[in-house]
């Protein structure tokens, strides 16, 4: 089954295209990376923040992954003993649950849950943490510790 | 087929200096010379004590397929991650608090990976897949005439592989 080019979001296909340039990268193919990242930034460059958007409005669209669409293709996924989309999905679902938890907490603590620690987020499977430093072996994914990159607060 | 040294690895103790045929493991940046490397020798490889060493094909199998039923799910599963993203995007944007911004920079970022997996799984894990290639091609069909869209570099993208 193909994705249709024309249903797809900005966003949407900057992912796919951001992947095949990370693919292309461990295949230390240059120049078909840097096609893939032009494509991306080409499509990145076509959205339009939306007004007024809100954090109950993230979190609820994760409660729906988590409710939904993660236990229906987990589903499919062990019915079709296809390991590889379980694989992605066991790690997608944990990330998940722990962006869930990063926003509830950032709701009810405001900028305190920040004040004096960091944030971190591993580049190959999307796992969150708050802390001082990061665990030296991803918990999900399990890469080193090199892989699990500090996001910084911006001066504005 | 050419070696690759991962500079992370790497202990210094030369012995692929000493084994290659061509030099092309002694260069001033570390990294191999992938022109002067034979395809397929292996020998600095084989003989790297701290396991450094990798070989980097050239052509790549079709990548395993995923069911209809599986990769319909794994898409709409990315569908919300890229909402999610572009929720955080527009909430950043429309704050000028600094810690805000930031959760939301995490959100954006963590989403975009785990987005990024779903896409592998679902068939377009390497640019060689054949649903990779008819996607570029499908961009091109659609965006191609719009400014900004890289017209040449997804030419010659599509040229190398026909």
Known sequence: MDADVRQMTWTELAAVCTNLEKACTKQLRGEEATTFAKLASFYESRREPQADAKIEELVALIDADLAEGYPSANEAAQAAEDRGSKRALLWGEKATKLLKSLLVRYEKQGAKLTEETGVFVCEICGFVYVGSAPPEVCPICKVPAFKIHPVRKEAI | ?162
């Open chain 2, 1 to 162: 087929m050419h070696a690759v040294r991962n500079l992370r690895l790497c202990t210094k103790d030369c012995v692929c200096l000493f084994i290659c045929p061509t030099g092309a493991t002694n260069t001033e940046t570390g990294q191999i010379d992938f022109d002067k490397c034979l395809d397929g020798c292996r020998l600095c490889v084989d003989a790297c004590p701290s396991g450094a060493i990798y070989l980097v094909s050239s052509t790549y199998p079709k990548p395993q397929t995923t069911e209809d039923a599986v990769a319909e799910r794994l898409f709409a599963l990315a569908n919300s991650k890229a909402a999610q993203e572009d929720l955080a995007r527009s909430i950043a944007h429309g704050s000028d608090d600094p810690a805000l911004r930031q959760i939301c920079k995490v959100v954006e970022m963590s989403s975009r990976i785990i987005a990024e997996d779903l896409w592998r799984e679902s068939g377009y894990i390497i640019a060689q897949s054949d649903a990779a290639e008819q996607l570029v091609e499908a961009m091109l069909a659609e965006y191609g005439a719009e400014e900004g869209f890289p017209v040449e570099a997804v030419q010659a993208f599509l040229n190398g592989r026909r």
